[in-house]
């Protein structure tokens, strides 16, 4: 595995230098217990101000929840970091001989600057028929997170906002809605998440757990 991590970082690089200071390209290894450290190599962390040895993302947890056999290579979606920049993304899936995933291979293009050059032209060249004509509807980019804390807190937020209301007014459904919401995030492999989580919704951890298998 040594060998595929060498040839990744090799790669890496070679992506960094090529397209520019804008393009951070992180290399997330699987096969590490410690998931608090999937970090194991990062070249411009400071697009999203990363570092080797800083935790997950979301599409970490996303593939650890998933089937390797039905996981196909994300490209061109949009994230955004934590001071608003928007990047353009890709996430590769590196597999083992085995054919699980051992390692992710991301790059995040910052086009934050190109996004406001092309609204400036936009303006210029828009006729009145298309601005009068209703935009089409973007999902919202996934916020890169720095470790499993913001992480974790990340999707709690994703799922009271999915529910609509705040827990205190919400009832048993709401709160079997968010739970299985996060179970499908992966959310419940950060360690003591379960605790936070029944906390959060006044729940016990064996009530949590019947919430989560009826999924």
């Known amino acids: 595995m040594s060998r ?26 699987l096969t590490r217990k410690d998931l608090d450290k999937s970090i194991v190599y990062i070249e411009n962390g400071e697009v ?15 593939t650890l929840r998933s089937d390797p056999a039905k996981l196909k290579d994300r490209l061109a979606y949009l994230t955004k970091t934590d001071d608003g920049r928007i990047l353009k993304s890709s996430t590769l899936y590196i597999r083992d001989e085995n054919g699980r ?21 936009r303006s210029l060249i828009q006729t009145e028929q298309e601005a009068d004509s209703s935009e089409k509807e973007h999902d919202s980019p996934q916020r890169i997170t720095h470790n499993v804390t913001e992480l974790l807190n990340e999707l709690i937020e994703q799922a009271i906002a999915r529910v609509g209301k705040p827990v205190a007014l919400m009832n048993k459904d709401d709160k079997v809605s968010v739970v299985q919401y996060l179970n499908d995030a992966g959310a419940f492999l950060i360690t003591k998440s379960g ?9 016990s951890k064996f009530t949590l757990y019947s919430y989560m298998d009826k999924g």
């Open 4 to 29: 595929q991590l060498d040839f990744l970082k090799q790669l890496a690089h070679g992506l960094a230098v090529q397209f520019g200071s804008s393009c951070e390209v992180v290399i997330h290894d």
């Open 48 to 62: 999203s101000n990363r570092h080797t040895g800083d935790g997950p993302s979301g599409i970490v947890l996303e």
């Open 101 to 121: 995933v051992a390692y992710i291979f991301s790059m995040n293009y910052d086009i934050t600057s190109l996004l406001a050059v092309e609204n400036v032209v």
């Open 195 to 203: 605790d936070k989580v029944s906390s959060l919704l006044g729940i």
